[in-house]
């Protein structure tokens, strides 16, 4: 009988490894989906929750964090946070937006070298995906002399007597009297340079999990598959919310 009753459990586990729900290790189950509180997008690998999630459950650049107000944050080079309105994790793109309605500001700092993101083209028609270099001025808001034009300011970055605008760095030759040169800021989608955008995707490419997500299933680390990753049974309620 007792060999019985281990055939048996022998053959449960192995039928239920076949289709992606074996034995959660300890590793794994730390592992499992988190958010910094109810309402926030889930957490899951690729990314990784700092503090909440130990390093091997997220790839290297996907960390992110809970702030003072358990906002989700994506932290970028060069001390770039923004924060997190959405995760797709089937179409591998994440929305990102700046606290203080000023994405401007950021971008004056980002790069996205040695990161896996890219820039995400937009689904807002008005939007200009194209990437361009832009450099920016400070003016004197009382030079009359200066073509003030709205379209070219960025609201945001400006003070009391000084107006900020921006333009493109490539076509040079600007005669704009009582402005200072600021910043160049390179590579970046024009669309973003609006004064009325703040709200923008990243996308990335690998780990490429979105195979996994379309079947219902999550995505972990594992070496000794070809692409590095596999698939696994995420039970729903684990899956949380992804948006705020």
């Known amino acids: ?23 959660v290790s300890p590793d794994q189950d730390a592992c499992e989906p ?4 109810p309402g926030q ?7 990784r929750l700092k503090g909440r999630q130990p390093d091997h459950c997220g790839s290297s650049g996907f960390d992110l964090s809970c702030n003072n107000k358990n906002q989700t944050v994506l932290e970028l080079p060069r001390s770039v946070k923004l924060l997190v309105k959405h995760i797709d994790y089937v179409n591998q793109r994440i929305q990102v937006y700046d606290e203080d309605g000023c994405v401007q500001k950021q971008l004056q700092n980002l790069t996205l070298f040695a990161s896996p993101f890219t820039f995400r083209s937009d689904t807002d028609p008005y939007y200009d995906s194209k990437p361009g270099n832009f450099t920016l001025f400070n003016c004197s808001i009382e030079d009359q002399s ?7 300011s960025i609201s945001c970055l400006s003070v009391p007597g000084f107006y900020v605008e921006y333009f493109d760095s490539d076509d040079g030759g600007y005669d704009l009297l009582n402005c200072s040169k600021t910043i160049d800021i390179i590579d970046i989608p024009r669309g973003l340079m609006s004064d009325q955008k703040n709200k923008f995707y990243f996308s990335w490419t690998n780990p490429a999990c979105g195979s996994c997500e379309i079947q219902g299933k999550g995505c972990r680390r594992n070496t000794t598959k070809a692409l590095g990753i596999e698939c696994y ?6 899956k949380g919310a992804t948006y705020i």
């Not at 200066?146 to 070219?152: G, K, L, P, Q, T």
């Not at 049974?233 to 684990?238: E, N």
Request: glycine share 4%.
């Open 34 to 37: 988190k958010h910094c509180k």
């Open 146 to 152: 200066n073509d003030y034009d709205n379209d070219w």
């Open 1 to 23: 009988m007792q060999m019985v009753i281990i055939l048996c459990h022998f053959l449960l586990v192995l039928s239920a490894s076949a289709v992606g729900l074996g034995p």
């Open 233 to 238: 049974y995420i039970h729903m309620d684990h």
């Open 41 to 47: 997008p889930s957490v899951r690998y690729p990314f």
